[in-house]
């Protein structure tokens, strides 16, 4: 009997990571998105260094920052009773930000291409920041917004290598498809392994498609 | 240039502008009474919508005043810098600027609460069967309406026009000039325009100014 639980614990932390970025990302990305200056420059490196940094070493960096045994994994333990490492907490905290830069650099640079006009437009109707980022930027960006939410919750599924170092393989509380792929195929387990990929390879097509289909509308219209 | 005691709206502004025909100071003075037009023309990268954007209070000056109804909007000698929300000037930007979301009838909802200033605006501008258009469905005359009356809906005490007919043809060029003469004549508008065409102009009554570059 296959074991479903690493697809709902993938699908949970896909949806937890995604709902994050959204609301932390967004106002992230618009802050990026306007003027320059040197603090953003190197904002917008670090953010970015997930997409080039290999996992493993994310991961290492968030063993050690959370270990329970030190510095800030100790204190968090201690006085908030959280624990990031082996734990789904870890998951969903290494997820938001081996993912960060899938939903702010769209975000950002869709904003970024708006015409500053839309804007102006708006403050001198007397609309404030937040009433012009809601009413007028973000509408105007629905299908790069659309898009940076699917890819971060499609790359979210493929996680492998940052939750293995930071959540382990504990069945039921850290251990995802793609770590059940790896510990499938290590037991000679293909046929689950198998189960799970199929999965996962037609939940991400299915997803890359409706993106493809609604920009193409969207486009149209 | 004389002050003048009836003077209601009086700009003094000074900007050093970096475009890519090399630096320049923008330096512009007007003084017009409150209803009046004034037209202002220029060269390409002179400061003219650097200037609508500065009584706007959408970019800052580096030094000046702007009094409009003896109100203080700019006074850098006082530090004094109203927000852009606070002066509510009409500005009808050359792209027009137009929310692409939304349709004619929500950019003028989003501008103002007033359902009978919106139904008179709409009226006017014979914008009224096409109140559920959005701007990529309406024509090139239709859009610089919208823009027009959208900037129009909030009541502004100036309104400011960058270029708003230099992507027109001549006919609706001609048409919408007319129509604006007569929608400022009823609503007595403080109004500056820029161009780098004062020809068009020409059928607008009001005065006339060209902005430079200096040294």
């Given at each position: 009997?296959?074991?479903?639980?690493?697809?709902?614990?993938?699908?949970?932390?896909?949806?937890?990571?995604?709902?994050?970025?959204?609301?932390?990302?967004?106002?992230?990305?618009?802050?990026?998105?306007?003027?320059?200056?040197?603090?953003?420059?190197?904002?917008?490196?670090?953010?970015?260094?997930?997409?080039?940094?290999?996992?493993?070493?994310?991961?290492?960096?968030?063993?050690?920052?959370?270990?329970?045994?030190?510095?800030?994994?100790?204190?968090?333990?201690?006085?908030?009773?959280?624990?990031?490492?082996?734990?789904?907490?870890?998951?969903?905290?290494?997820?938001?930000?081996?993912?960060?830069?899938?939903?702010?650099?769209?975000?950002?640079?869709?904003?970024?291409?708006?015409?500053?006009?839309?804007?102006?437009?708006?403050?001198?109707?007397?609309?404030?920041?937040?009433?012009?980022?809601?009413?007028?930027?973000?509408?105007?960006?629905?299908?790069?917004?659309?898009?940076?939410?699917?890819?971060?919750?499609?790359?979210?599924?493929?996680?492998?290598?940052?939750?293995?170092?930071?959540?382990?393989?504990?069945?039921?509380?850290?251990?995802?498809?793609?770590?059940?792929?790896?510990?499938?195929?290590?037991?000679?387990?293909?046929?689950?392994?198998?189960?799970?990929?199929?999965?996962?390879?037609?939940?991400?097509?299915?997803?890359?498609?409706?993106?493809?289909?609604?920009?193409?509308?969207?486009?149209?219209? | 240039?004389?002050?003048?005691?009836?003077?209601?709206?009086?700009?003094?502004?000074?900007?050093?502008?970096n475009t890519y025909q090399g630096k320049?100071?923008?330096?512009?003075?007007?003084?017009?009474?409150?209803?009046?037009?004034?037209?202002?023309?220029?060269?390409?990268?002179?400061?003219?919508?650097?200037?609508?954007?500065?009584?706007?209070?959408?970019?800052?000056?580096?030094?000046?005043?702007?009094?409009?109804?003896?109100?203080?909007?700019?006074?850098?000698?006082?530090?004094?810098?109203?927000?852009?929300?606070?002066?509510?000037?009409?500005?009808?930007?050359?792209?027009?600027?137009?929310?692409?979301?939304?349709?004619?009838?929500?950019?003028?909802?989003?501008?103002?609460?007033?359902q009978n200033w919106i139904q008179e605006?709409?009226?006017?501008?014979?914008?009224?069967?096409?109140?559920?258009?959005?701007?990529?469905?309406?024509?090139?005359?239709?859009?610089?309406?919208?823009?027009?009356?959208?900037?129009?809906?909030?009541?502004?005490?100036?309104?400011?026009?960058?270029?708003?007919?230099?992507?027109?043809?001549?006919?609706?060029?001609?048409?919408?000039?007319?129509?604006?003469?007569?929608?400022?004549?009823?609503?007595?508008?403080?109004?500056?325009?820029?161009?780098?065409?004062?020809?068009?102009?020409?059928?607008?009554?009001?005065?006339?100014?060209?902005?430079?570059?200096?040294?």
């Amino acid at each position: 009997m296959t074991d479903f639980s690493p697809i709902f614990l993938t699908l949970k932390l896909a949806v937890i990571t995604t709902s994050i970025l959204l609301v932390f990302g967004l106002p992230v990305a618009y802050w990026l998105s306007k003027g320059h200056s040197l603090l953003k420059v190197i904002i917008e490196a670090v953010l970015t260094m997930p997409l080039v940094l290999p996992p493993s070493v994310l991961g290492f960096y968030l063993l050690l920052a959370f270990s329970p045994q030190q510095g800030l994994g100790k204190w968090l333990l201690q006085h908030f009773d959280l624990q990031f490492v082996f734990s789904f907490e870890g998951l969903v905290l290494a997820s938001v930000i081996y993912s960060l830069p899938f939903m702010i650099n769209p975000v950002k640079s869709a904003l970024q291409q708006l015409p500053q006009s839309l804007a102006h437009a708006s403050f001198t109707m007397g609309k404030s920041e937040r009433e012009t980022f809601f009413y007028v930027l973000l509408p105007n960006i629905r299908a790069s917004l659309l898009t940076a939410s699917v890819m971060t919750f499609a790359h979210t599924l493929g996680e492998f290598g940052v939750v293995l170092m930071i959540g382990g393989n504990i069945p039921g509380i850290t251990r995802v498809a793609s770590i059940a792929i790896y510990n499938s195929v290590e037991n000679m387990d293909y046929g689950t392994a198998n189960i799970y990929s199929l999965f996962l390879f037609g939940l991400t097509f299915l997803l890359v498609m409706a993106v493809f289909i609604y920009n193409k509308y969207a486009a149209k219209t | 240039m004389q002050q003048k005691p009836d003077a209601m709206i009086s700009i003094n502004l000074e900007k050093k502008l970096n475009t890519y025909q090399g630096k320049h100071l923008l330096k512009v003075f007007v003084e017009m009474e409150t209803g009046n037009l004034v037209k202002i023309s220029g060269p390409s990268g002179a400061g003219k919508t650097t200037f609508l954007k500065m009584i706007a209070g959408l970019t800052s000056p580096d030094s000046g005043k702007i009094l409009v109804d003896d109100l203080v909007w700019t006074d850098t000698s006082a530090n004094i810098n109203l927000s852009p929300q606070k002066r509510k000037t009409g500005f009808v930007f050359q792209d027009y600027a137009l929310f692409p979301n939304m349709t004619v009838q929500q950019q003028l909802e989003y501008a103002t609460n007033d359902q009978n200033w919106i139904q008179e605006l709409l009226a006017f501008a014979r914008l009224e069967p096409f109140i559920k258009h959005k701007p990529s469905q309406l024509s090139g005359g239709q859009q610089q309406r919208l823009a027009i009356l959208r900037a129009l809906a909030i009541k502004p005490k100036v309104l400011l026009m960058d270029e708003p007919f230099s992507a027109l043809d001549f006919k609706t060029k001609k048409t919408l000039i007319q129509e604006l003469k007569l929608l400022l004549d009823k609503n007595s508008i403080s109004t500056i325009i820029v161009t780098h065409n004062p020809k068009e102009l020409e059928a607008l009554p009001g005065k006339e100014l060209f902005i430079g570059e200096e040294e």
